[in-house]
């Protein structure tokens, strides 16, 4: 069975600062890979995803993130972080037609100012 | 409306009641997927639907639950005897067609509190 690990419950950076969130996957098959954010009281918003082609996907917000399948890793950065990204981040990874999402269990991501 | 709508938003109910939590898509999706969130955790996989029938059911823990969708749009899940452990964010999701790339959107959930 598939699964998907996110390293570091919390992560906390100062304004300005790199934003680097981690996502591992366990897959026998090529996956398709997702980043979505959920901001307090709203539903979880598609980040960003990994189909096919580009590794290098880039998403709403200034946020990329980089399929590297030697490492089974599909980690979410941005290169200055803003106050507004404070939210929690949650890596998936679909596996099947049907398109059904199996998570991560999230990052809450802490702006300080 | 644009985005997918669930009710209530908000669920208290006392343990051994049954419940139902609704979910109205985006209309035109022909998939429609449940999750479940617990505190600390991401979404776990349910059930999802592909038109009117449950295409995959799962994820669903046992019989006390059970979902519809009788016209291929709304769907309900259904949770009979509900008990503490049910205490959970219920979340729907829908997409045009159930294929991996398709982008699924998510509703704001319905949050459980079985007392």
């Known amino acids: 069975a598939q699964s998907v690990t996110q390293l570091g419950s919390h992560v906390s950076v100062s304004e300005g600062a790199l934003v680097l969130l981690r996502c591992n996957y366990s897959?026998?098959?090529?996956?398709?890979l997702f980043w979505y954010v959920q901001y307090p009281n709203q539903g979880l918003q598609l980040l960003l995803k990994?189909?096919?082609?580009?590794?290098l996907v880039k998403g709403i917000n200034g946020f990329e993130a980089e399929f590297k399948k030697s490492e089974t890793s599909f980690h979410l950065t941005k290169p200055s972080a803003h106050m507004s990204d404070a939210a929690e981040y949650f890596c998936?990874?679909?596996?099947?037609?049907?398109?059904?999402?199996?998570f991560g269990a999230g990052t809450i991501l802490r702006v300080k100012s | 409306g644009a985005g997918v709508s669930q009710t209530p938003s908000n669920k208290v109910t006392e343990k051994g009641k049954y419940v139902e939590l609704r979910c109205d898509p985006i209309?035109?999706?022909?998939?429609l997927y449940w999750y479940r969130q617990s505190l600390g955790q991401g979404p776990e996989f349910l059930i999802y639907?592909?038109?009117?029938?449950?295409?995959?059911d799962s994820g669903l823990p046992n019989d006390r639950f059970f979902a519809v969708r009788p016209e291929g749009s709304v769907s309900t899940l259904k949770i009979q005897r509900t008990e503490r452990g049910d205490s959970a964010v219920y979340l729907c999701?829908?997409?045009?067609?159930?294929?991996?790339?398709?982008?699924?959107?998510f509703g704001q959930g319905t949050r459980l509190t079985v007392v």
């Open positions: 999701a829908s997409s045009l067609t159930p294929a991996m790339n398709t982008e699924a959107f």
């Open positions: 897959s026998s098959v090529p996956p398709y």
């Open positions: 990994y189909t096919t082609g580009a590794t």
């Open positions: 998936a990874v679909s596996m099947e037609y049907g398109n059904k999402l199996v």
């Open positions: 209309s035109g999706h022909t998939a």
């Open positions: 639907f592909q038109g009117t029938g449950a295409a995959d």
